[in-house]
């Protein structure tokens, strides 16, 4: 009886004990980050995951994936490199696969935003193809965004923009469209 007594008396004690370490959590929205994610000697890595996009020319509608990574030279002011992997579909014809590779120049504005995130503006220039033709294109972007940090060195960012690719330079004819895009850049420390 003593035993059994005991043993209750340990359970009660356990159940207690386990109900009053019942920790709730609600997943964090957001950051006060102020400046240091894009100080100078940090990195970002990250990506578009959802550009969409129109062409004014050939009426065509694209996705596309841009992954990326830059360095902070200066306070805000990022350089680095993107590649562009997409589908596109072309209005009464086959579907086409388009690739590239673009240097980007990203620039934060000051004061513009808030603790917890940050507008940004970022050009590139760089060459695309596809998957019909054997032409390369230059293709350049203009794209304006918000940074909203989630954590410490975590942000999902909005973009919008306008592109512009151009196969043949001796030519007059070129592609332009607008894209909106979706994504997440992750910010890490460097050396100081």
């Known amino acids: ?38 100080r100078q000697g940090n990195w970002m890595v990250g990506g578009s995951i959802g550009n969409l996009g129109y062409s004014f020319e050939a009426e065509s509608f694209n996705v596309s994936l841009q992954p990326r990574a830059g360095y902070f030279v200066s306070d805000g002011l990022a350089i680095g490199a993107q590649a562009n992997l997409g589908l596109a579909t072309v209005k009464d014809a086959d579907n086409v ?10 620039y934060y504005f000051p004061n513009a935003g808030s603790t917890t995130g940050r507008f940004f503006g970022q050009g590139d220039v760089g060459i695309s193809g596809s998957s019909v033709g054997k032409d390369v294109a230059l293709a350049v ?22 592109n512009y690719s ?4 001796n030519t007059s004819g070129g592609a332009s469209g607008l894209g909106v895009g979706v ?6 420390p460097g050396r100081r």
């Open 166 to 169: 151009k196969a043949n330079i």
């Open 97 to 106: 696969w388009t690739y590239g590779i673009a240097p980007f120049v990203r």
């Open 1 to 38: 009886m003593r035993k059994l007594a005991l043993l209750l008396l340990i359970a009660t004690g356990v159940g207690s004990q386990a109900y009053a370490q019942k920790i709730e959590t609600t997943p964090q929205m957001s950051s006060e980050v102020g400046i240091e994610p894009i």
């Open 141 to 162: 972007g203009a794209n304006l965004g918000y940074a909203h940090f989630i954590t410490r060195t975590v942000a999902l960012e909005a973009t919008f923009g306008y």
């Open 183 to 188: 994504g997440f850049q992750i910010y890490l």
